[in-house]
């Protein structure tokens, strides 16, 4: 199987009226397929991102997830253990990063998934986005990425600043988790609206939603329709996946029955989807009266 690939676009700017640094052209990430998993916060991320890269390990590729949350319990399943983050390891060595070996900062987890957490500055100080520049020089300058077919970055909540929108600019598409609600929906149009603006000056597309936690879809589908998106898998709100984060594993560790193996397929038909059949979405986010109006609220 081959990832789809999209046109390199020149990074000249980071959207009118941001104080965004662009991306420098040596932080680029070549070769492997990049997604960045948003979504509001507490709707289920993290869980997917590593069942995600779980499935494209089962698949044959070999994987990198990078957590970007300061929580950093984004590769908690596949390392069955909170490892350190980046931020956490560069503060150990005053932030000389030449002082750092790989496996001072990546561990190994579930089926050969190679796992990092960017970490994050201290509350109130510091922006998302120099971390996750960071972690991705530190990545290039040891050649880690070299070796990578996929890779996923797992993005806390929403998108409320350039700095938690930097993922984007590294990845070829978004996948937008969401649940039947408008809260949850509200904030997936934020996403749409950070991506069309990311989508200007650099490669990122939108690759579709992924229904999590919602045993209906039909307010999504209201609002797909309405924006031009599309849904790429429905996770209903199963107890098994549930337990799994209760056992520190990944669903494809859990004892097969019926609904964990149901899961696990739609997991490896979102990744088969997301390598040989994904297409950018040209979504076009809503105000957010028209949501209101949309979802039915007065």
């Known amino acids: 199987m081959t990832a789809t690939r999209l046109p390199i676009l020149d990074a000249v700017g980071d959207g ?24 509001k916060g507490g709707i289920g991320k993290s869980t997917t991102s590593s069942n995600l890269s779980a499935a494209f ?17 984004s590769t908690f399943t ?18 000389h990063a030449e ?12 089926n050969g998934v190679q796992c990092i957490e960017a970490g ?9 986005g120099y971390v996750t520049g960071q972690t991705v020089k530190l990545l290039k300058e040891h050649h880690l990425l ?30 937008i988790v969401t649940a039947n609600d408008f809260d949850s929906i509200f904030a997936m149009n934020r996403i749409i609206a950070a991506i069309q603006a990311k989508s200007k000056n650099y490669k990122v597309r939108l690759g579709g939603v992924v229904a999590n936690r919602s045993r209906e879809t039909d307010e ?4 797909n329709a309405a924006v031009g998106l599309r849904t790429m898998a429905h996770f209903k709100d199963v107890d098994a996946i549930r337990k799994s984060r209760l056992k ?10 019926d609904e964990v193996v149901a899961v696990q397929h739609e997991y490896l038909a979102l990744a088969k989807r997301m390598l040989d059949d994904v297409q950018p979405l040209p979504a076009t986010p809503l105000k957010d009266r028209e949501i209101f109006d949309l979802l039915g609220f007065d």
Do not use: W
């Open 16 to 39: 009118e009226g941001s104080v965004q640094v662009h991306l420098d052209d040596n932080q680029k990430i070549d070769g492997a397929l990049v997604i960045a998993v948003y979504g």
């Open 57 to 73: 390990s089962k698949l044959g590729k070999r994987v990198l997830q990078i957590g970007c949350d300061p929580k950093h319990d």
């Open 78 to 95: 596949l390392t069955k253990k909170m490892v350190p983050t980046v931020i956490d390891v560069l503060e150990g060595v005053d932030f």
């Open 99 to 110: 002082e750092l070996r790989p496996e001072d900062f990546m561990f190994e987890g579930y």
């Open 120 to 128: 994050g500055p201290p509350a109130g100080t510091g922006c998302g």
């Open 146 to 175: 070299e070796d990578t077919d996929v890779v996923i970055f797992d993005v806390l909540g929403d998108v409320v600043c350039g700095g938690f929108a930097a993922p984007l600019q590294h990845a070829h598409y978004c996948l």
């Open 220 to 223: 999504i589908d209201r609002f």
């Open 248 to 257: 520190k594993c990944t669903i494809f560790e859990m004892e097969p029955t």
